[in-house]
């Protein structure tokens, strides 16, 4: 019996994923650092001279953590300004709402950017940044990040299951595969963002490209040091990721494959 529950559970998620149609497209746009962005960016060379991406992320960490950082993020968002550390940063910055709005149009009856509430503009960021986060941590072999030592829970797809969250969906309408289409795109989203960083990477070489990503793209800077407990784990999922779902499939069958296989030869 339990082995037909899971299997029916299986199947309709199946059902749900097939259900659900391609991600818009997402991508980072190509360009020079504007001039707040290189006039921070020859600062924090200087402050920060050697390699930034070294073991445990340390000199990313500590980059995100200088008061330099700070006044660029304070100055880059003055209507959110101050900012107390990174964490604060990625508690009060939701991206354009055009981000979303084609996931926004397909599931939640929203036709235009301007209907998208700030509560629902949240609610998907986080839901869908959280589920970045644990796709990118089992591509690249690390702990889940809500169980690294030091790093503060994140609501995530738990949100939809909040006042906020529920709200949402009752007076969106939205379909029921709303939130399996937020997790594919949540994937789809990596796949891009980690195109970007190897372009970058093999551009300007990983210390360099590292300071244009913190500059350019700082919920992304935010996502990779909340994410990765490593250098070794962070460049594992951007050049020899770990098949994700493969892996769910092989303990799938390794957990309910000989008992499935016992149920059919005592029938």
């Known amino acids: 019996m339990k082995t037909q ?4 559970l299986l199947l309709f998620i199946n059902t749900c994923l097939l259900a659900v149609d391609a991600p818009p497209e997402y991508k980072h746009e190509d360009r020079v650092l504007n001039p707040l962005e290189k006039e921070t960016f020859n600062i924090l060379k200087k402050k920060f001279p050697s390699e930034l991406l070294d073991a445990k992320l340390k000199s990313l960490r500590a980059l995100a953590e200088s ?3 700070l006044a660029f993020l304070d100055k880059t968002y003055p209507k959110l300004a101050p900012f107390k550390d990174l964490e604060d940063f990625d508690s009060k910055v939701t991206p354009p709402k055009d981000r979303y709005l084609q996931f926004c149009q397909d ?3 929203i036709e235009t950017a301007g209907e998208i509430t700030d509560n629902e503009q949240f609610v998907i960021h986080h839901i869908l940044t959280s589920s970045w986060a644990s796709e990118a ?4 072999k690390d702990k889940p990040p809500d169980l690294q030592s030091g790093k503060p829970y994140r609501l995530g797809p738990v949100l939809a299951f909040k006042p906020i969250g529920k709200e949402i969906l009752k007076r969106r309408a939205a379909k029921s595969t709303a939130f399996t289409a937020l997790l594919i795109t949540a994937q789809s989203h990596l796949n891009e963002d980690t195109r970007w960083l190897k372009a970058l990477f093999e551009k300007h070489g990983k ?4 300071l244009q990503i913190a500059l350019q793209d700082p919920m992304l800077f935010y996502r990779i040091l909340y994410t990765f407990s490593s250098d070794t784990t962070f460049l594992k999922c951007l050049y020899d990721p770990v098949d994700v779902n493969a892996e769910r499939r092989k303990r799938f069958d390794q957990r309910y494959g000989t008992s499935t296989q016992s149920e059919k030869e005592n029938q």
Not at 5 to 8: A, G, H, N, S
Not at 207 to 210: D, E, G, K, V
């Open 67 to 69: 008061s330099e950082y």
């Open 107 to 109: 599931y939640l009856n």
């Open 5 to 8: 529950i899971v299997l029916c």
């Open 137 to 140: 941590s089992q591509r690249g």
């Open 207 to 210: 210390s360099n490209a590292c």
